[in-house]
């Protein structure tokens, strides 16, 4: 059985096709949610949320297609599922990808991002980044290969830039960032994100005692 403490705790996939998951997994523990890893369509049951990590953005969206994951993440999300996606999962989330070919996407926020912005492998780097909604210290970002957004619709507020380019941002439900915070041991974006999701209703914590039970 589940305890009915535990059960009130909201339940967050990280999609585990590539990228920092076990880091995340971490990160999001830290701040009081469970966690499970989404790699086929029935693992997005019963979540409260959704994190898409780094990796290869076209690699993620290829494999996702193939188990039909990519689709059932689209649904979910445009029901309004809060979903964070760093890096790669920026480009995810996006709407649209400035200066390159077609390639799969979860889609959905108001954005269009350019992949490897900042350089490739070689030029990535580590800066401070202010982001006036965590408050001060600014956050360490750690950018891999990192995209940047070229514009943003006005759904969409910026939380963040560096050089001048927006690299942080959310709308109703999302939550995206061209940087690494799962890298680091500053858990105040995945706090940011757990806060737009809250505790789970009654009904959903004895459904879940429920199913546990009968296991």
Do not use: K, Y
């Amino acid at each position: 059985m589940v305890s009915a403490a535990a059960a009130r705790r909201p339940r967050i996939g990280v999609l585990a096709v590539q990228g920092a998951v076990s880091e995340h997994e971490a990160a999001l523990a830290d701040v009081g949610a469970r966690t499970s890893r989404v790699r086929v369509p029935a693992d997005l049951e019963g979540l409260d949320g959704l994190v898409i990590p780094g990796g290869e953005s076209t690699t993620v969206g290829l494999v996702a297609g193939e188990s039909g994951l990519l689709d059932a993440m689209r649904a979910r999300a445009d029901a309004g599922m809060p979903v964070l996606g760093t890096c790669a999962g920026m480009i995810m989330l996006a709407d649209g990808v400035a200066g390159g070919g077609p390639q799969p996407l979860v889609r959905g926020m108001d954005i269009v991002v350019r992949r490897n912005a900042f350089g490739r492998q070689v030029h990535s780097f580590e800066a401070p980044v202010d982001m006036p909604v965590l408050g001060d210290p600014p956050v360490r970002g750690i950018f891999i290969r990192a995209p940047w957004i070229e514009h943003v619709g006005p759904s969409v507020e910026v939380l963040a830039e560096h050089g001048g380019h927006p690299v942080a941002a959310r709308d109703a439900t999302r939550i995206v960032a061209a940087f690494h915070p799962e890298l680091t041991d500053d858990r105040r974006l995945h706090r940011l994100f757990l806060e737009g999701i809250g505790p789970r209703s009654a009904g959903m914590e004895h459904e879940e005692d429920a199913v546990v039970g009968a296991q």
